[in-house]
């Protein structure tokens, strides 16, 4: 508040609807960026383009967004279905169900989550579970080493056999034009198994 930023841009979904509240009746302007799947990320960028004046220049980023995007399905579009497991912390071990945005990059990948079942977004599960369902592949998004993340499993891999990827959180959870960086390598990482 004591910077009196011009705008202030805000994740619905991650921001509590109380605080946003206060900084609109404080007199800030506030942009709440709500994408709710990967194909909106183009209209938020337009959208925040017009309000800080760079309209042109948001209109090329979101069709370039856009073109990617649409790369990235055409080419997994045919991809048999690897069964992953995707988890984002391990104490506890935070997972995905289908209503979660990671799901739906998985989903652009070729691939299904062997929690899609879960009627939360955000499950809490046991490495007992994760064996029990029998993934093809975990993938690890988070900020770790792969030898970190393969030493996670270690104890378990005489019961499960998938390989462990790390994949960065930072392009894939975050609305904006590095999403296609961050999904494209992921994609690839998936279907090259």
Known sequence: MRLRPDLIVAWQGGNKPQD???LVSLGFTVYASAPQSPADISQDIIQLGKIIGQEQQAHLVAQQYDSGLA??????SKQSKKKVFYYLWTAPLMTIGADAWASKLL???GATHIFDDSP???PEVSKEQVIGRQPDLLIAAMNTTKAEAEQYWQATETLLSAPVLVVNPDELHRFTPRLINGLS?????INGF
Do not use: W
């Open 71 to 76: 790369d990235i399905k055409q080419r997994y």
């Open 120 to 122: 939360i977004p955000y």
């Open 107 to 109: 989903h652009i990948c």
């Open 20 to 22: 946003l509240a206060r």
């Open 185 to 189: 390598l992921m994609c690839k990482q």
